[in-house]
């Protein structure tokens, strides 16, 4: 269980003499830890070592570093336009296949992102978590974003890239085929600071 099932049903578990194993992995490693206890807990120690080695191999294989790094877009929610700061698992996984996340600095969890600062942003690489391409058609008209100008916007499967576990492997093979490499000569821009709004969007798409 993590931070968002309510402490009052965990002590009710509990009083019922019910082990509670908490789970919020932070960090990708996180996650091979969380197979190798479960595996412990459930008296299949062996599995879970299987399991958190074979996350691990993936963790390595998709693991790249790209000079400079492409910038990532997150889009987490529509209207409002929305995405992850850091420390979050996504930001995480954008960040160990090279790509740069964009407003990750943000000083809330979930910032909701102004037009103008995503223009100065200038992020190459727009991804969702989707089950298609239709949340695509948003940005049509938006060529002024480097991303859709160069049609590198990306559909994530949802169900390994939202949930921490083993899984997520799935998705850190994904982008790490499709982040762009950078065109020579092209330098990031400077950092956006003051532009994303803690509760609205300063301006909208």
Known sequence: MGSGTPDDLVRQ???LGIPVYRSEPRRLADIAGNLRDIGLLSGHPAAGERAAARFER???ESRQQLTPAPRVFYQLGQAPLTTLAGGQIVTRVIQHCGGEPL???APVLVPEIGWEALLLARPQVIVAAAKDDAWQAFWA?????PAVASGTLYSLDPDAVSRP???LAQAHARCARIWPTPPRGWHPPAPVKGRVSRRHAQSSL
Do not use: T, Y
Request: glycine fraction near 12%.
């Open 165 to 167: 576990g083993p899984r």
């Open 141 to 145: 008209g938006h060529e002024a974003l």
């Open 103 to 105: 407003f990750a600095d």
């Open 13 to 15: 578990l509990q009083a």
């Open 58 to 60: 993936a963790l390595l």
